[in-house]
Each structure stands twice: as structure tokens, then as C-alpha cells.
């Protein structure tokens, strides 16, 4: 799993998929990460969880005030998606499922 690392205000955090922040991810939203759609609420949602799951000990941010961060400093928002985006070319497809013959 790569790891990026990204500063908001004036502090580093470390970004990594990790099952802590899959897990955080759940119980905030009640949704698996396969239920992810590409809303903003959804992506941002995510984002705080893993800066939250990644960094337990100095990223000390509620929601909310992670959301003020986010519009003083939107161009770390972009960072994420890219960083989502390079995650994603790099699984694999989900295998088709296969049609049953019929006679």
C-alpha cells in the first residue's frame, strides 16, 4: 500500500489505506467502502478517516473542524482524489461474473 504524505496547516500527516480507517470510515457513515459513491460528503468523509486512522496521535481534528481546515487549504482535497485515483489504477478489476449455459 503506498503511503503519500500531506500538510495542512503547517502539520504533516501520513496517507495510507488501512483497515483502522476502513473501519472508521463504516461506523461513521454506516456504508462499506464498496458502497463509496463519488459524492463529495462521501470523499471527504473518507479523506477524514484515514488522516484520523494514519495518525491517531497528532491529527486531533472533529469533522467539522477538519471541514474548516479543508476550506482554508482546498488544494490538499485535490491531493486525496489523485491520491484515490493512482490507488484505484492500481487494483484489480472485480472478475466477471460468469453466465450460466443454458440448453
Same mark, same amino acid.
Given at each position: 500500500?503506498?503511503?503519500?504524505?500531506?500538510?495542512?496547516?503547517?502539520?504533516?500527516?501520513?496517507? !495510507?489505506?488501512?483497515?483502522?480507517?476502513?473501519?472508521?470510515?463504516?461506523?461513521?457513515?454506516?456504508?462499506?467502502?464498496?458502497q463509496?459513491?463519488?459524492?463529495? !460528503?462521501?470523499?471527504?468523509?473518507?479523506?477524514?478517516?484515514?488522516?484520523?486512522?494514519?495518525?491517531?496521535?497528532?491529527?486531533?481534528?472533529?469533522?467539522?473542524s477538519?471541514?474548516?481546515?479543508?476550506?482554508?487549504?482546498?488544494?490538499?482535497?485535490?491531493?486525496?482524489?489523485?491520491?484515490?485515483?493512482?490507488?484505484?489504477?492500481?487494483?484489480?478489476?472485480?472478475? !466477471?461474473?460468469?453466465?450460466?449455459?443454458?440448453?
Amino acid at each position: 500500500m503506498e503511503k503519500i504524505k500531506i500538510t495542512i496547516a503547517g502539520t504533516e500527516f501520513k496517507i !495510507a489505506q488501512s483497515f483502522r480507517a476502513l473501519m472508521m470510515f463504516e461506523e461513521l457513515t454506516g456504508k462499506t467502502v464498496n458502497q463509496i459513491n463519488e459524492s463529495v !460528503a462521501d470523499i471527504l468523509k473518507l479523506f477524514y478517516c484515514i488522516l484520523k486512522g494514519n495518525n491517531l496521535t497528532t491529527f486531533e481534528y472533529t469533522f467539522e473542524s477538519f471541514l474548516d481546515l479543508i476550506d482554508e487549504q482546498p488544494e490538499v482535497f485535490t491531493v486525496f482524489t489523485e491520491y484515490l485515483q493512482e490507488q484505484a489504477k492500481g487494483q484489480p478489476a472485480q472478475p !466477471a461474473q460468469k453466465k450460466s449455459k443454458q440448453k
